[in-house]
């Protein structure tokens, strides 16, 4: 599924008609999660008969077609059964109440797309009614019935409406000179691949941060509920938003260049949650975004054909690469030095190359390291095999483009 994004060009009416929506479907969802919290035995079909109860009870819950707000119930409910199922370490993620519902979403009716596909048309009774949409995609080359989904998002720079449009992307990948990376992921460059080649860290928040925290000093000095701290509130959340987006494309874009530019893809797979609860570099790590890159990595190794491999990161720093020594050293040793066959490398370049060899381990089946000799061969036999294994080893080019509706 693709997603297209445009901004709405709304006035005052039609931007009060959308919080109105946004807090019917918050009272919706909470009212099916009560339900179900209070007789456990509900089913989606049980949420959504109770919608038809709501509307008969509260006049305002007759503006919108509430199916999908049922549907968002049942997607957390069934979510927190399916953790327990599956026996999930850690929180299993109850159901909670929402407080500060940012969307509202529309199946295939309510709406209407007009044939320049330039204005769309809500025709339920929340009266927002037309509304011209701001963006370079034309969404009028696709049929309707391939438009599943119509979402209206609020963000700090305003209200966005994205189409969930059901097409299959993939990309005819151009096959490298038998260009086989491992790749380490890191703070003081984004990452090293196995090449020796790194990318840098482009810190965001941390360049964003003297200016995140003068925007929070003005913010928290105006008096509560006055004018002038709802306009610092929208600067400081606007300034989040710069920062989240600048992670969102150097995500991309790095993902991207590194898929096209490569025949196989290994990475390690790390345990973020756990990762970040080191309270000396937890900004810095959630600064770096590693989830969000590797989940592009992941998408785009689908698109192109492409073998992304995650491997187990135990001893991948440790383990000398040339003749297999595990040396010890503390995270503040930067340099991997051997005593065994005297090898001095970058400790992120040796981790990499470690990744790459369990990855190309795992691709072959073999259960011991394959040495650089044998890399060319194992190129011959990825070829005949383009998958993509992801997090969960499975084929991840039917991964839904983010964010999902």
């Given at each position: ?21 946004l ?62 199922k ?13 407080h ?7 199946k ?12 769309i ?70 990452y090293?691949d ?19 925290k ?35 494309d150097?995500a ?45 990595v992941?998408y ?78 194992l ?17 991840s ?9």
């Amino acid at each position: 599924m693709l997603i297209y994004e445009y901004k709405l060009d709304a006035n005052k009416k039609q931007i009060q008609a959308i919080d109105t929506a946004l807090r019917v479907v918050q009272f919706i969802r909470n009212k099916c999660i009560r339900l179900w919290m209070d007789e456990r035995v509900v089913s989606q079909n049980d949420l959504q008969v109770y919608c038809s109860t709501l509307a008969s009870q509260y006049d305002f819950a007759k503006c919108l077609n509430s199916q999908a707000s049922a549907d968002r119930a049942w997607f957390s409910i069934q979510r927190f059964y399916d953790n327990c199922k599956n026996k999930q370490p850690g929180k299993k993620g109850y159901p909670k109440f929402q407080h500060d519902n940012r969307s509202v979403e529309y199946k295939q009716t309510g709406w209407r797309l007009e044939s320049d596909g330039k204005h769309i048309e809500f025709s339920d009774h929340c009266g927002i009614g037309r509304v011209r949409l701001i963006g370079c995609r034309d969404l009028a080359t696709f049929p309707l019935p391939q438009i599943r989904r119509v979402r209206i998002v609020r963000r700090a720079d305003g209200y966005y409406c994205q189409f969930g449009v059901n097409a299959h992307r993939e990309i005819q990948h151009v096959p490298t000179t038998g260009r086989l990376l491992g790749i380490d992921m890191g703070l003081n460059a984004y990452y090293t691949d196995s090449e020796g080649n790194t990318v840098a860290n482009p810190r965001y928040l941390r360049k964003a941060e003297k200016r995140l925290k003068r925007l929070a000093r003005i913010h928290s000095k105006c008096a509560k509920k006055s004018k002038n701290r709802i306009k610092a509130q929208k600067k400081l959340a606007k300034m989040h938003l710069k920062v989240q987006r600048q992670r969102e494309d150097f995500a991309r874009k790095a993902a991207n260049a590194l898929i096209t530019s490569s025949d196989v893809i290994a990475y390690e797979k790390l345990s973020i949650r756990n990762v970040v609860k080191n309270h000396h570099l937890a900004k810095s790590m959630s600064d770096a975004s590693w989830g969000k890159f590797l989940s592009w990595v992941n998408y785009y190794g689908g698109i192109h054909n492409v073998p992304v491999i995650a491997v187990a990161p135990n001893f991948t720093s440790q383990d000398c690469s040339a003749c297999g020594t595990r040396v010890k050293k503390s995270l503040s040793v930067r340099t991997h030095v051997c005593h065994n066959c005297g090898m001095v490398l970058d400790r992120d370049h040796n981790a990499a190359v470690n990744i790459l060899d369990k990855g190309l381990m795992v691709l072959s089946g073999r259960q011991e390291p394959v040495g650089h000799a044998a890399h060319e061969t194992l190129l011959d036999r990825c070829a005949s095999t383009p998958v993509s294994k992801g997090t969960t080893g499975k084929r991840s080019g039917g991964k839904k483009n983010p964010p999902s509706l």
